[in-house]
């Protein structure tokens, strides 16, 4: 059986990692309908709510620079949310819960795990914190993808959707990445207890 219905993301990275969550907590995601805004995500937010009133919905979305995850929600929904409505942030963004798996990553990326921040959800731009250490790889390919070009007014590289989503489908242990992640670790735990009702 499906538990969500719907599932509305951020970004386009955002749609591997629930494929990868849910599979990994033995959700099927068959039939369910997946939205993936290019932006405006919380400008909808009010939609899936209300969506939430005869099914189950499930969001992700980066807190970025916000303050708290409650006071961003409640700006939102200032008349509350729906119980059915599992709207999960990523704290600050969601390449802190990539950062988080440091061994996978590190290996992906042909860097020292050593390298990686011992805290990745201090890492205010961990997008940023990632192409770092992506510019210091040997591989050429991950560089060319993931590092943007000179002079570009880009933060990451035109390959970094590609690459980056098949770091989550392949590599990306969401399990051992929750040792580093608080807020993964609460997502997680929040989607578990919905299959569980």
Not at 8 to 25: D, N
């Amino acid at each position: 059986m499906t538990a969500f219905q719907l599932v509305a993301t951020e970004g386009l990275l955002e749609v591997p990692v629930v494929h990868k969550l849910l599979s990994h907590l033995g959700i099927s995601d068959q039939g369910t309908v997946f939205i993936r805004p290019r932006g405006g995500f919380w400008n909808r937010v009010p939609k899936y709510n209300a969506a939430a009133r005869h099914n189950f919905v499930l969001g992700l979305a980066d807190l970025e620079t916000y303050p708290c995850p409650s006071g961003l929600i409640a700006e939102y929904l200032p008349q509350g949310k729906s119980p059915q409505f599992i709207l999960r942030i990523a704290e600050p963004m969601l390449e802190s819960w990539l950062l988080a798996d440091n061994e996978a990553l590190a290996e992906f990326l042909q860097v020292s795990p050593h390298t990686f921040p011992h805290n990745p959800e201090a890492e205010v731009q961990a997008k940023r914190t990632l192409v770092s250490l992506a510019r210091t790889s040997p591989n050429r390919a991950v560089r060319s993808d993931l590092v943007p070009e000179d002079g570009s007014r880009g933060t990451v590289g035109r390959g970094y959707t590609p690459r980056m989503t098949e770091f989550v489908e392949r590599h990306w242990r969401p399990f051992e990445a929750v040792r580093r992640s608080q807020s993964l670790s609460r997502a997680i735990a929040a989607i578990k207890r919905t299959t569980e009702q």
